[in-house]
Nanobody, 123 residues
């Protein structure tokens, strides 16, 4: 069993900063990519940022320069530093990770999601 637990969301004024964290725990052999998605009311969930096991990153255009994704492989944790926040960044942010678990000699790969954390940016 694997869990992703997010923290760090909240209410902030436009121009402010927040740092999201997501820690993976449980039966983990290794973690491939980790990332953050967001879903605003009435909109589809979108990829915000992703980081590979080797540290390569990609971002949606609307957050480039303002957001930074990083990971601590020793802690199985991914972070999202969000600066210069805008009201349009308001959404529920979800952590995502592709995790390999080992069971009875077999390695299985699953895609996991966190429970989501609310980020609200006031104007």
């Amino acid at each position: 069993q694997v869990q992703l637990v997010e923290s760090g969301g909240g209410l902030v004024q436009a121009g402010g900063s927040l740092r999201l964290s997501c820690a993976a725990s449980g039966s983990i052999f290794s973690i491939n990519h980790m990332g953050w998605y967001r879903q605003a009311p009435g909109k589809q969930r979108e990829l915000v940022a992703r980081i590979t096991s080797g540290g390569s990153t990609n971002y949606v255009d609307s957050v480039k320069v303002r957001f930074t994704i990083s990971r601590d492989n020793a802690k199985n944790t991914v972070y999202l530093q969000m600066n210069s926040l805008k009201p349009e960044d308001t959404a529920v942010y979800y952590c995502n990770a592709e995790i390999i678990s080992e069971s009875s000699g077999a390695r299985l790969t699953y895609n996991y999601w966190g429970q989501g954390t609310q980020v609200t940016v006031s104007s």
